[in-house]
Every structure is written in C-alpha cells, then in structure tokens.
C-alpha cells in the first residue's frame, strides 16, 4: 500500500511540477505586459487599455491558483507552528493529518462549486469587457483546477500522516520546525 502511495504522490508532484511552470510562464508574462505598459505610457503616452484587466483577470489568479498546490506539497507556505515545537512527533502528526483532513472537503466542495460556474459561464458564452473578446470562464477555469490540485493535495497528505502514524514508517515527512535550518523537509522522508 505505502508503494501505490508513493505512486501517487509522485504523481501529483509532476502535476504539481506542471503547474507550477506555467505559473512562472504567467509571471514572466506579467512581467513583460508590465515593462510594456509603463514604457508606453511614459514614452509615447499610449498605455495599453487592456493590460490592467488581463494582469487582474488572467495573469495574477493563474499565477496563485496554479502554484498553490506545489507551495503545499514544498512546505513553502506560511504555516504556524507554535506548538509544534514542544509537542512529540506523532502528536505532529496528529496535528497534520487532522489539518488535512478537516481541508480536503473544504477545497473540494470550493473546486465543485467554481466548476459548476465555469461550466455556466461556458454555456453562457459570456466575455469579459477589455476589448481582447476573451471568454470569461478562462478566469473562473482557474479556480477548480486550483482548487482541486489543493484537494487532492491535501488528501494525500492525510493519507501519508495518517498512514505515517499508525504504521510507524514514514509515508509522509512532517513539515520542518520554525528555527530548525531544514529548509526540505524531515529526513526522514520516504523518496517517491
């Protein structure tokens, strides 16, 4: 079983990996658009009309809700762990699996609900106003497929704590202490 975890995991780290490297093509995207916009503006006082909308819109929700899962599954989050710095490994584990667990069907019904509006505005055919006649369900498509990598993250990691604590072997590394140097996680962590 801990095999077919492992499986998974690796997975969802591609998945994640893909993501995320489209949300760094969005972000040199928005750079650029940026760099043209201000050199329009103050050089040939022509700013691009649509920019403000395609960075607010598109390029800045692309960039959050594509990268979202690998900052979960990197520990690149802000976390607070007060406590976890004077409680036991399993107590940690605890602490996690419940964590992930309580979230899972909070950001799946979230994806289920943001779906059911992009598959609305679809039928709809509506677009947003800035001139560029893109459809406005390529905004809302963000928010289930964010959404959900964020749920299915989160229930592999209740599977891995859970597993990690009532096995005793290390399905799922615990995320690393405030203060403690380890940037990547336990070392204790099994290799996908």
């Known amino acids: 079983m801990n095999r077919t975890y492992q499986h998974l995991r690796r997975w969802m780290q591609y998945v994640d990996t893909a993501a995320a490297y489209i949300a760094c093509l969005l972000l040199f995207s928005l750079m650029l658009v940026v760099m043209a916009d201000v050199s329009l ?3 040939f006082n ?3 009309l649509w920019s403000y909308e395609v960075i607010s819109v598109f390029l800045l929700p692309g960039l959050f809700f594509l990268s979202v899962s690998h900052a979960l599954g ?3 989050h802000v976390s607070v762990d007060i406590l976890q710095n004077y409680v036991s490994d399993s107590s940690r584990y605890v602490f996690e699996a419940i964590t992930s667990a309580v ?3 909070v950001f799946a019904f979230i994806a289920w ?3 059911q509006q ?3 505005q679809f039928a709809a055919g509506t677009f947003h106003s800035s001139g560029l006649e893109l459809p406005s369900w390529l905004t809302t498509a963000l928010l289930p497929l964010g959404f959900g990598l964020l749920a299915l993250r989160c229930l592999l990691n209740t599977v891995g704590y859970a597993m990690s604590l009532v096995s005793g072997e290390h399905w799922l590394a615990l995320p690393p202490l405030s203060g403690s140097g380890d940037d990547h996680g336990n070392a204790q962590e099994a290799k996908p």
Do not use: K
């Open 118 to 120: 992009t598959l609305e």
């Open 46 to 48: 022509a700013p691009l």
């Open 41 to 43: 503006r103050y050089l």
């Open 74 to 76: 990197t520990h690149a």
């Open 113 to 115: 609900v943001a779906l």
């Open 103 to 105: 979230a899972t069907p």
